[in-house]
């Protein structure tokens, strides 16, 4: 096999400069992969200590700590830094990591690409996190941007459309390379049906990011010629459509929920079956879904605005279109679930994540379905409950999802094995904590508490403490996190090359850690 | 009824061992949708424990399954994995089956979702408009309109002053309506998206700007039913409360009749009002109560705004704002050296009226009689240590609009 030769040439092409340069010119899979997943943990911090704000703000009635005018802008920009900043990045690292080793190539298609749209992010987020020193304060009319009341924005506003273009030149580009690397580069004997889920998953999430980033990049741009340019898209005074607006952004954002999901499905797919020490239970039919709720996701924007006054045409087609999503993803909780079934189960980190994983994204689920009943969505609409639901979905889914997937792979990465007693802490004070914040806030949803607000009615008051006591239990078992992937990457003890007993996968037949250029000479797979 | 019994206890013993006892007495700890009071809200809530009891039946499937995995077929006990991992007949019928169950729920959606739909043969309209930040409520047929503001005092919200059970949930005036008869309400806004949601009605309709959002409701007994914007629409979104006070159709007409003598009674007064000349020291204890109501939500009940965002009233304060802003208080001579200084009479009444365009401050011209404008104004500028001496009358105020 190559292992030799990779590992031979690993030792004299390592022609890198060192300190910071080879960090801002690398073009290296590993170190940009680096870079991303760095940067993704910086943004969960940013993000989540303007959640912890906001939920010290709810924890009592009242206004307590803050103007409502920065809470909203603390509601605006935790949304956006995180799904931006800490999701999308997120998984675009683990692609950047796993995708080369994954189908033995040695790097990315496009490594100079690489690098730019690695290094727009922190340009797009100085931007971004810069508005809240601007006159006029940060953007505060929430991360969907809707006008008129977007328009509103003081100075901060060209600054916020000028971030979001930036941040999708930087997605668009990411998955034209994951594109290109994962069609192009694979090794010669792994025809697409034998390739890994969650390359699989990432090759149909890249046609997604170039599908819809466009369309929020031509969204915020009307939003720009709207405000300093005298058009009137958005403007019914003028003749435009406020609704308009909420049609091109959901045209993206309904699709942008799945980017954020389907890596995490791939990822999932990838640490059960290590696990349970069996192969994944229907692998064709785990593609088909995949492909299936990618095609979906472009036909059910309207679910997110049954209140704006839609005909009833399109309130059935919308509603049709959003149960029907739960069939392919029931089949794929259904093929978790008949994985594990009389496999020979271990508990290690990665897989207690991905197990609660399957639960908890399935409580997202049955909320999702819930919201999807029109006449019910009158009730959860712009609620709590929709603030739980679309948690569940992205903290115990798409973030638990890479959670798992770093504690899966960082002993490929570093060489070094995490300590397994300070990772099980990290679960179960995540996993606890995570629920006692965002299950409460299911009830607070029904019992009619819109979100969105600095201040609410008394009857709201319990559980609105409850959750406050659960973010930051949340918030702070994160520094835990912080810690052990620091202590495994300085102080870890060595780890084998195939890392875990079940594994399979060309990644598992490289060195720990693995080598500068991953493969040199395309492996053979079975 | 003994499972939200013990689903309370639960959420009790929860909330006990998290707080201790302590301050948790204004909390109800309500968990789930109200029933409602209309037909259409009694079929949602059918609609939502229906749905609601389909998951718990799958999630105990699912989960009981997952759960015996992790229970039994573990490696510690010496499970030995089986290689089963595809079966095409498995995979068809739990495509086919979740199918059939969404089918299930979707049909009787479908039919909840028609009936709401049907807004014609209606006997009452009202149209409903949201501002920022407060509600307008129009009988076109009864000739009444009025404005429904926020009632909770400032000191209240700030946390000077203990919270009347109702916080956040009073208005001044509450919108009216009849009992069994079919309402149909047309729903816009002035300035940004808002929405008007009442639980107890199942209704929550987006208020659009240009948008005629209609939507109906039959409300099925007496009582205040208590709602609030549902859309985020700027500073205000949590202090802009609904109240339906819903009467027997006899009391209804009753209140109908009082409007329309009040209104009638209303139209004299405030024409005498704008025709009168008053004295600074009524102006300036009307402007006051007509400041407070409407403007220190965010100039401050100090008058000393909000930096970056809200310019003071008080003038000498520095103050800078987004490009927008800044320009139209220069221009209008409000802002000299980075401080705000009392411009001239007449743009602070053009001011008010018109509002500044792509900011927060709205035109008041449509929502503020011309004697609350001239008041307000002659206040602003004869308080928060602002000594002009200026008296800007009604009739001045009427004049330029």
Known sequence: MSTAITHDEAHHEDHRPSGILRWVTTTNHKDIGTLYLVFSLIMLFVGGIMALMIRAELFEPGLQFMD??????????HGLVMIFGAIMPGFVGLANWQIPMMVGAPDMALPRMNNWSFWLLPFAFALLLSTFFMKGGAPAGGWTMYPPLILQTGDAFPFLVFAVHLMGISSVMGAINIIATILNMRAPTMSLMKMPMFVWTWLITAFLLIAVMPVLAGAVTMLLTDKYFGTSFFNAAGGGDPVLFQHIFWFFGHPEVYIMILPAFGIISEIIPTFSRKPLFGYSSMVYATASIAFLSFIVWGHHMFTVGMPLAGLLFFMYSTMLIAVPTGVKVFNWTATMWRGSLSFETPMLFAVAFVVLFTIGGFSGLMLAIVPADFQYHNTYFVV???????????????????????????????DETLGKWHFWLSTIFVNVLYFPMHFLGLAGMPRRIPDYALQFTGFNQVATIGAFGFGFSQLLFVYIVYKAAHSGEKATDRVWEGAHGLEWTLPSPAPYHSFSTAPTVE | MLISKIKNAGAGLLAAVLLGASGTANADW??????????????????HMMVIWICVVIGIGVFGAIFISVLM????????????????????IWTIVPFVILVGMAIPASKVLIAESDTANSDLTVKVTGYQWKWHYDYPSEGISFFSTLSTPTDEIYNDAP??????????HPLVLPIHKKIRFLITAND???AWWVPAFAIQADAIPGYEHVVWTEIEKPGIYRGQCAMICGRGHAFMPIVVVAKTDADFKKWVAEQKAGTATAAVAETAAVAKTWTKDELVAKGKQVYDANCAACHQPTGSGVPGTFPPIAAGKPFSASAAMMQHLTERGFLKDGKIVMGPVKHHIETVLKGIPGTAMPAWGPQLSDVDIASVITYERNAFGNHTGDVVQPSEVKAAR
């Open chain 1, 68 to 77: 409502p005018v920065f809470f909203n802008s603390l509601v605006t920009m």
């Open chain 1, 388 to 418: 739980a639901h679309f948690h569940y979905v992205l903290v115990t889914g798409a973030m638990f999802a890479i959670v798992a997937a770093v504690y899966y792979w960082l002993p490929k990465w570093t060489g070094r094995m995490y």
């Open chain 2, 30 to 47: 309500g968990m789930n949708l109200p029933k409602g009071a209309t037909v259409i809200s009694h079929d949602v809530y059918d609609l």
């Open chain 2, 73 to 92: 077929h573990r490696k510690s006990k010496g499970a030995v994995a089986a290689q089963f991992h595809e079966s095409t007949t498995v995979e068809i």
């Open chain 2, 163 to 172: 919270k009347d059970k109702h916080y956040l949930r009073e208005v001044d």
């Open chain 2, 192 to 194: 940004v998206i808002h």
